[in-house]
Structures are given as structure tokens and as C-alpha cells.
């Protein structure tokens, strides 16, 4: 007995309606062109680990893996504006990766190939954390970042994902607390 369809699924941080109010306004001034397609505010997220097809047991075990990952929540600045011409890809992401942000998707990247998971490793996107703004985009330079778009990460999820032509649209499985840090961590 085979088991029910599998379930495209990936980890990811979503800001707070506050950073999505202030990239969602940025992607309009930047990309609001022609033939350029806004990320909907409910799809702006950081993917932390994308694991691509999986069946609904393999997802649970997924969510119990991630339910171990132990990391304190931090302060998360989005402090640049980046472009992707093959794709026309325009996206906001850091300077350099904060090491609480990395601790944390070496951890759970860690613990899910122990477990057998193969995460997706693109061409650069372990290297630049980013939110994608818009596809689709012209764009002959990218402008300076002027105020860095800010919010403090509490927790992670695990995120299935569902294709369309028009658009991608997400739900939340399941989401993983951080635990609180005295300090501001970067």
C-alpha cells in the first residue's frame, strides 16, 4: 500500500507584520514595472533548509527532528538589496549572515542528514540568507539599502509548499520555538 501524495516541504523564518509591511512597500517602489511579480506579503520568508518532496510520515518526522534544534532567538537585520539577473530575482538579505542565524541552520541542517534528509544546497543560498521580493524583474542596477529592515526571530517552521502557475502559497506545518536570550544576539 503505497502511502498518500508526497508534500513539498522546507524550513523558513517569517518576519513580523512589521518588516512585512516595510518589505512589501520596498518591493513596490523597486520592482512595481512591467511584467515584475510581487511576492505576495504572506509569502515573504528566510529559508533556512529546503527539503523538497517528502510523505506525510516523512514530514512529521521532519517536525519531530525540528522540535530538538535548541537556539536562542535573535535580532535579524535585513541590511542590503540584491538581484539575481538569470532569474531577474530581486531580493533584500545580510551583509553577512548574523552567527545566531547561522548556528541555527547548521543545526537543523545537521540533524536532518543525520536522520537520511538530503537538504537542497543551490548555488548560493547558504551563502546569502534573503527574502525574495519580486520576480521577473528588469533591472539595471540595484539601489543602496538605505534603513536596515529589522526583527527579532522566535521561532522557525516547517512550511509546505504548493505550486501554481500564478503563484506559490504556503501553510505552516508545524512551528519551533527559539528560546530567549538575555542579550541581543547577531
Request: glycine fraction near 10%; charge should be positive.
Amino acid at each position: 500500500m503505497s502511502e498518500a501524495r508526497s508534500r513539498r516541504v522546507f524550513f523558513a523564518l517569517w518576519p513580523d507584520d512589521e518588516a512585512i509591511g516595510h518589505l512589501s512597500v520596498l518591493a513596490r517602489g523597486l520592482a512595481g514595472g512591467a511584467g515584475a511579480r510581487l511576492m505576495r506579503p504572506a509569502s515573504l520568508h528566510l529559508t533556512l533548509a529546503f527539503v523538497g518532496p517528502v510523505t506525510p510520515t516523512q514530514a512529521a518526522q521532519l517536525a519531530k527532528i525540528a522540535g530538538g534544534v535548541r537556539a536562542v532567538s535573535f535580532d535579524l537585520s535585513l541590511d542590503r538589496l540584491g538581484f539575481w539577473p538569470r532569474r531577474g530575482i530581486l531580493w533584500a538579505g545580510c551583509r553577512q549572515a548574523p552567527a545566531s542565524l547561522r548556528g541555527l541552520a547548521e543545526a537543523l541542517a545537521l540533524d536532518l542528514r543525520a536522520a537520511g534528509f538530503t537538504i537542497d544546497n543551490r548555488p548560493g543560498s547558504a551563502l546569502v540568507p534573503h527574502i525574495t521580493l519580486a520576480r521577473r524583474v528588469r533591472c539595471a542596477s540595484v539601489p543602496l539599502l538605505g534603513t536596515p529592515i529589522r526583527w527579532r526571530v522566535r521561532e522557525f517552521a516547517l512550511v509546505e509548499s504548493h505550486l501554481t502557475p500564478s503563484a506559490a502559497s504556503y501553510k505552516t506545518l508545524a512551528s519551533f520555538p527559539l528560546d530567549e536570550a538575555d542579550g541581543v544576539c547577531g
